[in-house]
């Protein structure tokens, strides 16, 4: 399911892209949720932060916060999104593209260039999140981490706390990063994950080597394997190791 906020103080320009919007996807079975707001004060406190923003469409010339105002605000929650601005008259600003926007549409294009254009918006959003990934929360941020970059995750009140490689742009954080899913929904979800402990999962692509009842990552740390889990663990790591060669 992919998330798109529409963001315009025109009513009927709205509902226009969202037909453009539907001839775009056409048979094409892409799962999406648009959410429609009228301000960018409404966009920027509506936002769920527990929901990742997959599309942003834009107004630049909205009454309060304008587009640059309100897509920076947006950056600071939602790193990856793909941003699009549309806009009647006004031209992109220096401001415009510190904030990494992928199109730029006018208000003035026709129907095929509208149609156009949204498909090569859509194939750049099921592109760039066609991998597997969760949805974590560090504070006010929302981080999208793909799934190889999760070492392991532990249980913590309200869902689980992963720990990422050093090397990933969630590893930037320097706080602990939650997702809202539990460790066995994480499990039925990512076949890379497998218990080690009651409180802990473990990414199996990251496992150096088991010895006895230790699990040695590849960042160098060291992991017990709880006796209950010991047999199903070491069969999941040697079906990935076979898998692979």
């Known amino acids: 399911m992919y998330h798109v906020a529409i963001c315009d103080d025109d009513k009927v320009f709205i509902s226009y892209i969202r037909k453009i919007f539907n001839q775009a996807k056409g048979s094409n079975q892409y799962q999406f949720k648009i959410h429609e ?6 966009l920027v406190n509506s936002l769920d932060t527990s929901v990742h923003l997959d599309l942003l469409i834009l107004d630049m010339e909205l009454g309060g916060i304008d587009g640059d105002e309100t897509a920076r605000k947006i950056r600071e929650k939602f790193k990856d999104t793909v941003l699009v601005f549309c806009s009647g008259v006004r031209a992109p600003t220096v401001k415009s593209f510190k904030v990494m926007p992928y199109r730029y549409l006018l208000k003035s294009h026709s129907d095929g260039q509208f149609v156009c254009e949204m498909k090569e918006i859509l194939t750049e959003v099921t592109k760039k999140f066609k991998e597997e990934y969760m949805v974590g929360h560090y504070r006010n941020n929302v981080i999208r981490v793909n799934i190889q970059d999760v070492l392991y995750a532990e249980n913590a009140k309200r869902g689980s706390k992963i720990t990422v490689c050093s090397d990933c742009e969630a590893a930037k954080f320097e706080g602990q990063i939650l997702v809202d899913d539990k460790l066995d929904a994480l499990v039925a979800k990512y076949h890379e994950l497998a218990f080690a402990h009651s409180s802990y999962i473990i990414n199996i692509g ?11 990552l590849d960042n160098d740390e060291c992991l017990s394997i709880s006796r209950t889990y010991q047999k199903e663990f070491r069969q999941i790591f040697t079906k990935s190791i076979a898998g692979k060669y």
């Open 37 to 42: 707001f009228y301000s960018g004060e409404e």
């Open 206 to 216: 990251h496992i150096e080597k088991i010895v006895d009842n230790e699990v040695y």
